[in-house]
């Protein structure tokens, strides 16, 4: 990298805490003006803030893309904006429209305190930025020539610093910010892979022929559990935040369905990039850095460091939304329930969730040193607990009882835990019976929710005649 490179990268880093300094809170401001930025959150806002959160794993796509090809697609792009379809059309409206702060807040309203504690863990552990610090922490290595474990602490300091001053507003502004910096950034290494050795035709040509396959050498039982992770999207923190924070139920539902469409120009941009990857760097030795190793090939000084800016902006965007997620999970759900908290403010309760929860991305980080395997562990997990318990609250007028949901959430996520774990205590590293994570975990989920539909409720409907 070159003099005017590592320049970029420095006024980017000293100018994120300003801008989002900027946005500071009030001493006295409410609840909903911390988490939610007051419910004003309008159309463009609403979009830039979400599209570039819900990208952080922009090493994990290269990493994927190298390694599997067009593949890719199938895998992170497809089922993730089928969910947020899904999302947009059943439950934006109904989100928005219910006027609540987390999504551990309604499953209290719905099944009282301790179900909303359990739910509120699960939320806290799945919302945790591990994956993007460790992608932080690997692009300091790759281009800064920095120690890995100096790029994680210095990467989640400058992503976080700022919302410990303006909450929501500053993610939403900083984001805004970094929305157009990831979509440049890829922009010009693809004019530039595409101007040097030509379009399609060169992919075809010269890629290994399963990465032109829709499986990419993986088995269709393999892809098919992504599109079960992918349903997380119907839990997900991030959407629901965006929800409860927009101006009107509209703009709630517009929002996501245009963010799908910048979602799918997004992977069109990160997967060929990925395919140049693969023919030009063949014996890479760290597919995690595919995009990084690439753009040193191609770009010339000033323009290697924007491509740098967009991969850290992609990164950072989503590191600081979601450690404000897992602060916010912390401080308001989960410490008033352990704690004597109650004559603490809540921007003082969020603030020691965001410590905490930046302590423990980085622990995290430093465990595991692939993007995908932790995404693959906290979407095996919390996805079975939380998936039914939450989507009830949307269906039924009458969720299912306080125990039911609070088993249901305690019991299938420990099953999927377990089995995540069972790969190390068996000497081939399978997991049990080959049967990946999620499912045995949502099928008792299932399972419980079909006992209480067939059975019980068959029960209460027999009780309510005889009383007649």
């Known amino acids: 990298m070159h003099f005017f490179d590592y320049v970029i990268i420095i006024l980017y880093l000293l100018a994120l805490p300003v801008f989002g300094y900027f946005w500071k809170l009030k001493k006295d401001s409410s609840a909903s003006e911390i988490i939610l930025g007051g419910r004003a959150l309008t159309l463009p806002a609403f979009v830039a803030s979400l599209v570039s959160t819900w990208y952080g794993g922009i090493l994990g796509v290269g990493e994927y893309t190298y ?33 609540l702060l987390t999504i551990p807040e309604r499953l209290k309203t719905f099944y009282g305190d301790r179900t909303g504690f359990a739910g509120s863990i699960v939320v806290f552990l799945m919302t945790l930025p591990a994956a993007y610090i460790l992608m932080l922490g690997v692009l300091a290595e790759e281009m800064l020539g920095v120690p890995f474990h100096v790029g994680v ?4 300091f400058f992503s976080v610093i700022y919302l410990f001053f303006g909450g929501f507003n500053s993610v939403v502004k900083t984001d805004i910010f970094q929305f157009f910096i990831m979509f440049i950034g890829f922009i010009l290494l693809l004019a530039f892979l595409i101007y040097d050795h030509g379009g399609f035709n060169f992919l075809i040509e010269n890629l290994p022929d399963k990465h032109l396959t829709w499986h990419g050498g993986n088995s269709g039982w393999y892809i098919s559990i992504w599109y079960l992770i992918a349903l997380s999207t119907l839990v997900e ?6 929800c409860y924070a927009a101006k009107n139920v509209s703009t709630a539902r517009k929002g996501i369905f245009v963010s799908i469409g910048f979602w799918m120009f997004f992977d069109f941009l990160t997967t060929t990039t990925g395919l140049y990857a693969r023919i030009l760097l063949p014996d890479l030795q760290n597919p995690v850095a595919a995009y990084p190793e690439l753009a040193q090939m191609v770009l010339p000084a000033g323009l290697l460091g924007l491509f740098v800016l967009s ?3 992609t990164i950072m965007s989503t590191v ?33 969730g965001i410590l905490i929860s930046v302590i423990g991305a980085i622990l995290f980080a430093l465990f595991f040193r692939s993007a995908i395997d932790i995404w ?8 079975p607990a939380l998936l039914l318990p939450v989507l009830i609250t949307f269906v039924r007028k009458k969720a299912l009882p306080q125990g039911y949901a609070f088993y249901s959430i305690i019991i299938s996520g420990s099953i999927s835990l377990v089995w995540y774990f ?13 049967t990946e994570p999620i499912f045995p975990g949502l099928l008792f989920s299932i399972a419980i929710l079909g006992y ?13 005649k005889k009383s007649l």
């Open 67 to 99: 390694l599997y090809g067009i593949s890719n697609w199938l895998v992170f792009g497809l089922p993730y904006y089928l969910a947020a379809f899904l999302f947009a059309f059943f439950l934006a409206k109904k989100a928005r429209e219910s006027e």
């Open 153 to 156: 602490i210095c990467g989640a």
């Open 237 to 242: 923190p991030s959407f629901y935040q965006r």
């Open 311 to 313: 991969l850290l902006a």
């Open 320 to 352: 600081d939304s979601y450690t404000f997620l897992a602060g916010t999970t912390f401080g308001y759900d989960i410490l008033p329930q352990i704690s004597n908290s109650g004559k603490i403010s809540v921007s003082k309760r969020i603030n020691i």
């Open 376 to 383: 693959h562990a906290f979407g095996s997990i919390g996805t």
């Open 422 to 434: 069972s790969k190390y205590m068996t000497s081939d590293e399978q997991y049990w019976f080959k």
């Open 452 to 464: 209480y539909l067939i059975f019980r409720s068959e029960e209460s409907c027999q009780d309510r």
